[in-house]
């Protein structure tokens, strides 16, 4: 039995990633949840919120898919997690939203970008999408931890402009005790899009106590520096605006306690990278 669309009124437009957004899709059946995948006809998504301009180049859209493997300490979005959070939405619905930016985007150089949660939980949907944003010409990114970049084909990562690639942490224990998965796939990941010249942009969340070891950050650096196709670094300061969720969702959070990066932490990590060469932000 195919999956059903959601006849909810809920729209998917949101204000902010930030808003909660539990149990849209609970009532999906785990088979229909297995057949959306393995087609990709139907997704799962948080919501599209407009007019970012941290996610990729230019104004962006920016569709919020839920389900994630991992577990991050510091997730803003823990609601995300589960993908039936999400609203169950056709390729078509989807597709028809697109439409209503696509010349906005264009104005504004902006684009699509697929975010989450993980959106390769949901890869033949992201692919699905991406192909319809390319025939609309729309610069299409996606933000991903990369722990499952091997389920994308080489003409598949063709489709995407650019990869937000979200790295963790280097060393394999932090690593582990960060997300609860190792990071070994995320720079498989990264290596394989050097070796196809996929350009990336870095991500790396700066949590105090966390993160902020500067033996590990050089690590990154280097990592990323060798590479050739890191094409900038994005520092972003660890915050506290999803610490509602947790408590909401009913989730032990443990950086309850933990006060954002001061600046000059912040640029003692941005010196690091730019010691690399690399344009860091
Ligand atoms: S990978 Fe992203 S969505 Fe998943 S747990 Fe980590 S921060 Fe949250």
Redesign the pocket.
């Known amino acids: 039995m195919a999956v059903q669309e959601s006849n909810s009124p809920v729209s998917l437009e949101a204000k902010s990633p930030f808003d909660l957004r539990v149990d849209l899709g609970k009532d999906v059946a785990e088979t229909d949840v297995r057949s959306a995948l393995a087609t990709g006809d139907m997704g799962f998504l948080h919501s599209f919120t407009t007019g970012s301009t941290l996610d990729g180049p230019g104004v962006r859209v920016v569709a919020w898919t839920t389900g ?5 300490l ?5 609601d ?2 589960t993908m039936r959070n999400g609203v169950p939405v056709s390729v078509a619905r989807a597709t028809e939203q697109l439409r209503k930016y696509r010349y906005g985007l264009k104005v504004m150089s902006g684009g699509l970008t697929i975010s ?3 959106p390769l939980m949901q890869d033949r949907f992201v692919v699905k999408l991406f192909q319809v944003a390319k025939a609309m010409g729309i610069h299409t990114a996606l933000d991903t ?1 990369g722990y499952y970049g091997d389920r994308l084909s080489d003409a598949e990562l063709d489709t995407i402009d650019l990869v937000l690639l ?1 790295i ?1 942490a280097w060393d394999d224990a932090r690593h582990r005790e960060l ?1 609860g998965r190792e990071p070994g796939p995320t720079r498989e990941f990264a290596r394989r899009l050097a070796a196809r010249r996929r350009p990336i942009s870095l991500r790396f ?1 700066l949590v105090p106590g966390q993160t902020d070891d500067p033996a590990g950050i050089a690590e990154i650096a280097r990592f990323s520096a060798s590479l050739g196709n890191v094409e900038r670094v994005d520092v972003l300061p660890f915050h506290q605006m999803g610490r509602y969720k947790w408590g909401k969702l009913g989730i032990e959070y443990k950086l309850e306690s933990v006060e954002p990066p001061t600046a000059a932490l912040v640029e003692q990590a941005l010196a690091i990278f730019r010691a690399e060469g690399l344009k860091a932000y």
């Open positions: 994630c493997m991992w577990r991050c510091y997730c803003h979005n823990p995300t997690w989450g949660g993980e931890n979200d963790k997300t969340v």
